[in-house]
């Protein structure tokens, strides 16, 4: 139901569509490693398997946010824009 109000308002456009297509591979290679993993790992282990993916996806969930705001300040990411420092 929420699919058909969101599309019926237009809020689901072709480029979203485009982008939930272009993930689908993912979803479902995602879902399949789970299932293959499912009962075979112990607790411990899952918790060190989750914490490292999130180590590895806060970064890179970050950084592209990092260059944007570095490129909108007129710097790099090395170097503080002009009346940062005081």
Same mark, same amino acid.
Do not use: H
């Given at each position: 139901?929420?699919?058909a109000v969101l599309g019926g308002t237009g809020r689901i456009t072709g480029e979203v /569509?485009?982008?939930?297509?272009?993930?689908? $591979?993912?979803?479902?290679?995602? %879902?399949?490693?789970?299932?293959? @993993?499912?009962?075979? @790992?112990?607790?411990?282990?899952?918790? %060190?398997?989750?914490? @490292?993916?999130?180590?590895?996806?806060?970064?890179?969930?970050?950084? $592209?946010?990092?260059?944007?705001? /570095?490129?909108?300040?007129?710097?790099?990411? /090395?170097? /503080?824009?002009?009346?940062?420092?005081?």
């Open positions: 139901m929420t699919l /569509a485009g982008w939930f297509l272009l993930g689908l $591979p993912a979803i479902a290679a995602g %879902t399949l490693l789970g299932w293959t @993993l499912y009962g075979k @790992l112990d607790e411990a282990r899952f918790r %060190t398997v989750v914490l @490292l993916l999130l180590l590895a996806s806060g970064p890179l969930l970050l950084f $592209p946010n990092v260059l944007q705001l /570095a490129r909108r300040m007129g710097g790099s990411p /090395a170097v /503080a824009a002009p009346g940062c420092l005081g």
